[in-house]
């Protein structure tokens, strides 16, 4: 196994270094969104601006409609720096860490025009939507360190 | 602190305390992003069969040290901790902390190479995990870009320490033009030596004619042979409007579990609570729904959200919901969700009622900056420990000191549901940002 582990490891350094002989340079978005370009704190609606899509990116996928906040993973899975143009790290770790111990409505809860989904009494509501569709609870408390909290009471 | 006992934790505490004391020394080259928050909350709880008042005060760190060097070298830190100021027993241990990610990048200038080392959080196609280690991407062509990790899983180090936890992977995305992105990716894993993932997975964006666009993922599963998920969404943008009907599908054997613990064989250390039972289920979830989103003006937004659930073994569900959402100036919001859960799977339906607003574009004579409130009522069909309804109310307001250096805010919440005959908790929170307001 560790033997295993040392070549991949190996692997992901060559790969690394061939990417570092090779570079051409394709698209990749700014670190930051350009600040004359006056984002507006509001959610803002890429193709406003920018065409839906041209030669280098799709924008019409980052459009911060109404169900953007639940909605975002595929988008975000595929290009993150897209999202680190505007959010910190911090800002998306607040839901997607390994261990945050308090719940994003209860470290923000005066944002609430975040719609967050474990606003309120979601110790009821989760009995029926876990059991409706446990894969969405997997998706965040999917590992021994953020199941810590479920094991509580389903250990 | 007691939960900062790990060696790679304290490492990087040690790290980000060492980057503090030499800042002053050398912030005249660097470019830095600090925020330092406190929370303080407030509730009572029944700690040993006594009402208990639970005291936990929070600090958060976050610490950005952007060109260190020359070359494009910056850091980026992230952690918490907590303290019970009462030591009400309410939590496992009175102090507690993590770091959520702290690491070194690396950002060649006019380049797509970008290289982490240390604690960070990785998206990459099938990997949504936080690890202890390396990370690299860049493009080899202008079509084709390449990203890699590898190091030790942070979810996996609570069983059993870290001895025999690895995981890897990385994605390859070929970029095809103004018409499709494909990728390819993969996550390997191991808890205590045992296999936690194995997952390879396909994503694709393609547009289409229209302005429309197709995406997805699909995740297989090698130690199960067979597909874990598929995540596909059509966007469909038609005037003001935007359609986007999505299939979602989940092998729960594949999705919940992979490898062979020894503890519970066939199932794996990744699935073990409170999702193991699943993993051994047989069942299969596919979600048919259909997302619209109505752009009325820039001010009113409208969408709704359908999702059609069916299962291989149990019976349907269903659920709908509609939004009304006003958007003002700056952060200024106010809407109204309704949804409704019509729960056969889980034996119960209920129906949800949202009511919320933010408004930071107050009048003068107010003496906070913002108020915000959020009103969240569920009607259960079926008694949940003898009451059938939930009304969480909540009420916060805030202001900004120093020129926007320091935020105060205060919100104060009250429930009444099946778990709390009558709950009121109230938070705190102070937060300086090191270097605005001069």
């Known amino acids: 196994m560790l033997k295993n582990f040392r070549l991949l490891i190996l692997l992901v350094l060559v790969l690394f270094l061939a990417a570092c002989a090779l570079d051409k340079g394709g698209y990749t978005p700014p670190e930051k969104h350009p600040v004359d370009a006056e984002l507006p704190p509001k959610p803002p609606i890429c193709v406003d601006c920018h065409e839906a899509r041209n030669e280098d990116f799709n924008w019409a996928q980052y459009n911060h409609t109404i169900f953007f906040g639940q909605d975002h993973r595929l988008p975000a899975s595929r290009q993150n720096n897209v999202c680190s143009m505007c959010h910190t790290r911090s800002f998306c770790n607040d839901c997607h860490a390994t261990r945050v111990e308090l719940k994003p409505s209860d470290k923000n809860p005066t944002e609430t025009f975040r719609r967050m989904p474990h606003r309120g009494d979601y110790l009821s509501r989760h009995r029926i939507d876990g059991r409706v569709d446990p894969t969405s609870c997997f998706r965040c408390h999917g590992n021994p360190k953020t199941a810590s909290n479920c094991a509580r009471c389903h250990g | ?64 040290l952007k060109d260190i060097t020359a070359s494009g070298i910056s850091f980026h830190g992230y952690a918490w901790g907590r303290y019970d100021i009462t030591d009400s027993k309410y939590f496992d241990n009175q102090a507690e902390g993590e770091l959520v990610y702290g690491y070194l990048e690396y950002r060649k200038k006019f380049s797509t190479l970008r290289a982490r080392l ?84 396909v994503d694709l964006s393609w547009a289409l004619p229209k302005d429309m666009t197709l995406y997805g993922i699909s995740k297989f599963n090698t130690d199960a042979s067979s597909f874990a998920e598929h995540s596909w969404e059509l966007n469909i943008p038609v005037a003001e409007f935007t359609l986007k009907p999505f299939l979602q599908y989940y092998d729960y054997d594949s999705y919940f579990g992979t490898g062979d613990s020894g503890l519970y064989p066939g199932v794996g250390d990744k699935a073990r609570l409170p999702f193991r039972n699943l993993a051994k289920s047989g069942e299969s979830i596919a979600i048919l729904g259909l997302d619209s989103f109505w752009r009325k003006s820039e001010t009113w937004n409208l969408g709704a959200k359908l999702k059609y659930y069916t299962y291989d073994q149990n019976n349907n569900s269903q659920y709908l919901s509609a939004v009304v959402n006003y958007i003002g100036e700056q952060h200024t919001q106010t809407g109204c969700e309704l949804g409704y859960m019509n729960g056969e799977a889980a034996n119960n339906n209920y129906l949800l009622l949202r009511l919320y607003t933010y408004q930071d574009q107050l009048p003068e004579k107010f003496l906070v900056d913002f108020i915000s409130s959020d009103l969240v009522y569920a009607l259960y069909d079926q008694m949940i420990y003898n009451k059938d309804s939930s009304l969480f109310l909540s009420l916060g307001a805030g202001k900004h000191f120093f020129g926007d250096a320091l935020d105060l805010k205060l919100s104060g919440d009250y429930s009444v549901d099946p778990f709390y005959t009558s709950d009121l908790r109230a938070t705190l929170s102070a937060t300086y940002y090191f270097g605005r307001g001069r």
């Open chain 2, 118 to 201: 240390g604690r960070m959080h990785v998206f990459e196609g099938v990997a949504n995990e936080t690890v202890d280690g390396l990370w690299a991407a860049g493009s080899v062509t202008p079509k084709i870009s390449l990203s890699g990790y590898a190091g030790q899983p942070v979810g996996l180090s609570s069983t059993n320490g870290r001895g025999g936890d690895l995981i890897l992977g990385g994605r390859a995305a070929f970029h095809g033009s103004d018409k499709y992105d494909v990728g390819v990716s993969v996550k390997f894993s191991n808890n205590d030596g045992d296999a936690a993932d194995r997952l390879i997975g």
């Open chain 2, 1 to 64: 602190m007691t939960g900062v006992g790990q060696l790679v934790p304290r490492w990087f505490f040690c790290g980000l305390l060492t980057l503090l004391l030499l800042l002053p020394s050398v912030s005249f080259a660097l470019s830095s992003n600090i925020e330092l928050e406190a929370i303080q909350r407030s509730f009572e709880r029944d700690v040993s069969s006594q009402s208990e008042r639970v005291l936990p005060g929070y600090g958060f760190l976050k610490l950005e």
